[in-house]
């Protein structure tokens, strides 16, 4: 016999892991629907639309579908077509976003529009989003219908907004917490509802789970906009200084002019009007991002936002499930550090 | 009292004008929605979609829905929104469509793509495509749903099958029907049926309606085909050759290359291959589409889908509505005299 060391607890830093552990099982539901639903007798339809769902999303929001039924205890199989439907708009609007932005890179791989082209995947998108439609109807709830509707027009208006304020230097907060509320936390939002109308779970846990959704995508989105200025290529799967180039006024840049020096401001305006593209302005941006420490404030932005996604879970009992929803919210935050 | 000359009664082309008559206290009410519903806080919005919705268009498809809920005296309003939801749908793939054709003109005016750029064209589209999502829920038949987000999966399929067979000199008369009883007829089509399934007018009543608008669309698109290599910019509201310049196999250029002589073949190949331009090219083109006889033998086909739209009436009494639709499908074909 001989003594044996047992190691402390390491402090874990919030991850995914409990949210893909609890939904793992109902995912290959999900992904059967989403791989059988994607064919067409059309060849390209599936090659191109595969390239992006088969290429390495996280699937967060089918993920937040399967764990919001899951919390609700709910024993069925409907949320299955309803999170396919989930992913499929967002996968529209991933190949619409970068047709409209002209990307190159998602996911550390070249982008549909890259390999087959703006038309193709204006096209695709639709298809996608027909399709997604025909899921839902199939499925055959108005409410949910209703909620995913609107959630798709939201984000389209949301999408057109921050098309109108890009290179818009006198963009404010407020007016960018609206577009991301729209373009990213709708959807957010929605992929959490649908699981309480068809688990039947009633008005609060709906308005409590839509709650958590939308606190939870405009986190997602603010460290995302975080990790754009602050992150390269090779480990986040994306194009560092996307949004820098493309001249997206996002929260870290609106901190930034807000609190600038003249000199400083004047760098932003030539830089968001689309003439300081280079590296080096790159990396200045990111020096005069940190120097006003709006990084660390649009972190801490994200931080509150995650505080009222776990917050709106309250009402539920501590579960599994709860847990992993929880720390999906603080996992939101944590990646932009 | 003087003797007055009694003119005869002119032989009248066939015309939309018995259509446009029928169904114009009705069409009012569908501008009103589509004028309520294109509505957005975001200005560019209704800006870009009215330049597109107000631009011109003969509003066809809706005015099928009208004219079907007539001819079956349906006596609601129901199918206001619907027709409304059908032309948002419409205005979506005109949108998308511009964009994927790099087309600068519509109509005889400046497509929404040329002033406003591809990206708000993408994204506008979207939203109306969402819109028409929108108001189908609130009038609430998941029929209704069924047919159109059904309808809307092929069009996309159809879109993607044309890009695919773009430049290929190969595609067949087979394969071409079919991409365009996707792109094109399957709305007309679904424009159709909704008044049956609204109107509770049963099955049959739905699938005459169906089989009418699908050879209506049909006869439509190849006379469009025609008009393409036979009038002018000016005339047409529509940039004559664009097809030509696209490299798009209609069915005029189908029946051109299988019939031509190996000279002509190459010419063909060179041209639909995107070598071969010029208006010169444009001016051989069309005389080879004349010599083979290719353009009133498309004009033929044409007329026996009509004849088809018509013959899919033959359960319903006579009526305005009949006559209507009737001269609706003659004119289909005879504006490509």
Redesign the interface.
């Known amino acids: 016999m001989s003594a044996t060391l047992i190691p402390l607890a390491p402090t874990r830093e919030p991850s995914l892991d409990a949210l893909i552990t609890l939904v793992a099982s109902d995912m290959n539901g999900v992904n059967a629907v989403i791989l059988d639903r994607m064919q ?6 599936p090659e191109l639309a595969g390239h992006l769902i088969a290429g390495g999303g996280k699937r967060m929001r089918p993920m937040l579908t399967l764990a919001a039924a899951s919390l609700l205890g709910y024993p069925g199989t409907r949320h299955y077509k309803l999170a396919a439907a989930v992913e499929f708009i967002h996968t ?2 991933l190949l ?1 976003d970068d ?3 002209g990307s190159g890179l998602r996911r550390g791989k070249r982008t549909a529009n890259l390999i087959w082209g ?3 995947s ?3 998108g ?2 996608l ?3 997604a ?2 899921l ?2 199939e499925d ?1 709830s ?1 409410k949910v ?2 909620i995913l ?2 959630a ?2 939201v ?3 949301g ?3 921050q ?2 304020a890009q290179r818009q230097v006198a963009t404010g907060e407020d007016q960018y917490l609206e577009i991301i509320s729209a373009k990213t936390a709708a959807l957010f939002a929605a992929a959490c509802r649908v699981s309480p109308v068809v688990a039947e779970a009633g008005e609060e846990a709906e308005h409590a789970l839509e709650c958590y959704g939308r606190n939870l995508g405009i986190a997602f989105q603010l460290s995302d906009d975080v990790i754009d200025y602050a992150s390269d290529a090779e480990t986040m799967g994306k194009g560092v200084g996307d949004d820098f180039r493309d001249g997206k006024m996002t929260l870290p840049v609106i901190l930034a002019y807000a609190r600038g020096s003249e000199a400083d401001r004047a760098f932003w305006r030539d830089a968001i009007g689309g003439n300081r593209i280079s590296d080096d302005d790159l990396k200045h941006a990111i020096r005069l991002l940190r120097d006003t420490e709006a990084l660390a404030d649009t972190i801490e932005r994200a931080r509150q936002y995650g505080r009222r996604a776990i917050d709106a879970l309250a009402m539920f009992p501590a579960s599994k499930s709860k847990s992993a929803l929880t720390e999906a919210a603080e996992f939101a935050v944590a990646r932009a550090y």
Chains 1, 2 share one sequence.
């Not at 067409?40 to 339809?45: C, F, G, N, R, T």
């Open positions: 067409s007798k059309v060849a390209l339809i529209a609007t619409h047709v409209v932005d703006n038309p193709a204006v096209l695709v639709d298809f989003f027909s399709r439609f025909e839902m109807v055959g108005l219908l209703r509707s609107h798709s027009a984000i389209a208006e999408e057109v907004e098309l109108t």
